[in-house]
DNA sequence: AATGTTTATGCAACCGGGTTGCAAAGTTAA
DNA sequence: TTAACTTTGCAACCCGGTTGCATAAACATT
């Protein structure tokens, strides 16, 4: 039982079950962002209802986020300790079109979009398309 | 038979049938993103799999773009005539979350991202979020 | 016009991700 | 210990997307 990925969900105000431990684990394992069914994969036998609103809790409770990359599948990452996902918060995801990963890039900010008149923004959704890095040899 | 819009099917290589003239006058008199679901219901009976294919040769041939806006449906509307989908045709989305329509903010072309080394970008979606100037009375 | 070839359409069936209702199990509070 | 609430597991369902296949329509060639 991991005492800082405990502590995560404490200051998420989420109960910190054994299947909700082991869920924000193998999340935090990933290095690209992951979908329901991956995850369901990765355990021997979980129930995918479980692991459906554990994910929903956790994106409520802004522990992750969620990347609608065009899979058809919804990714989740992780989010940074302080985020509350606010505009400022986001950040660009990648889709590599060889391996099919999707990277946060945590490093690039999404940028700042002038809306028409009277249009309230909310959240961003920026998904860049391409190759990656290790794709590209 | 408008002969505009069959104009725009014989430039992009698509033969006018029926069918295709019918498809294209519909999602021309849009003023929002349309998903086949959507289109579906706006023939009396018409068969889903025609339309999908119908909407797949379109988007082939750049007639029209398809967003992702996250609401589990692929929504498709017009590209201008000279479109060629690439990162300088595109623009940005947004999705009301309110009126539930997604709007191609022409207008507002994607802005320039710049990718880690080694990154190649093919295309970029993004979907802004919140309310539009409709119903934000 | 008759033939063969290609293309488009319609139908049925399927797939997969997402979602919900409900009962059982587990947790917490009194 | 009991009552109230939360989480889990199971089953079933929904819906958008997709495909195989047979028929129909369009096109080209003789």
Redesign the interface.
Same mark, same amino acid.
């Given at each position: 039982m991991d005492k800082q990925l405990d502590n995560r969900l404490q200051t998420r105000n989420i109960k910190p079950t054994a299947m909700r431990q082991l869920v924000l684990q193998v999340l935090s394992e990933q290095k690209t962002a992951i979908s329901l069914p991956e995850l369901e994969s990765k355990f021997e036998n979980a129930d995918r209802s479980t692991l459906y609103r554990t994910l929903k809790t956790f994106e409520e409770r802004k522990l992750i986020h969620s990347i /609608?990359d065009?899979t058809g599948a919804l990714k989740y990452a992780v989010c940074h300790e302080k985020c509350d996902c606010h505009p400022e918060d986001l950040h660009?995801h990648?889709y590599c $079109?060889k391996c099919k990963n999707t990277y946060c890039?945590t /490093?690039?900010p999404v940028?700042e $979009?002038?809306?028409?008149?009277?249009? /309230?923004?909310?959240? $961003?959704? $920026?998904?860049?398309?391409?190759?990656?890095?290790n794709c590209?040899i």
């Amino acid at each position: 039982m991991d005492k800082q990925l405990d502590n995560r969900l404490q200051t998420r105000n989420i109960k910190p079950t054994a299947m909700r431990q082991l869920v924000l684990q193998v999340l935090s394992e990933q290095k690209t962002a992951i979908s329901l069914p991956e995850l369901e994969s990765k355990f021997e036998n979980a129930d995918r209802s479980t692991l459906y609103r554990t994910l929903k809790t956790f994106e409520e409770r802004k522990l992750i986020h969620s990347i /609608d990359d065009g899979t058809g599948a919804l990714k989740y990452a992780v989010c940074h300790e302080k985020c509350d996902c606010h505009p400022e918060d986001l950040h660009v995801h990648f889709y590599c $079109i060889k391996c099919k990963n999707t990277y946060c890039l945590t /490093d690039i900010p999404v940028p700042e $979009i002038n809306l028409p008149v009277d249009f /309230d923004l909310e959240s $961003i959704n $920026i998904v860049v398309k391409g190759v990656c890095a290790n794709c590209n040899i």
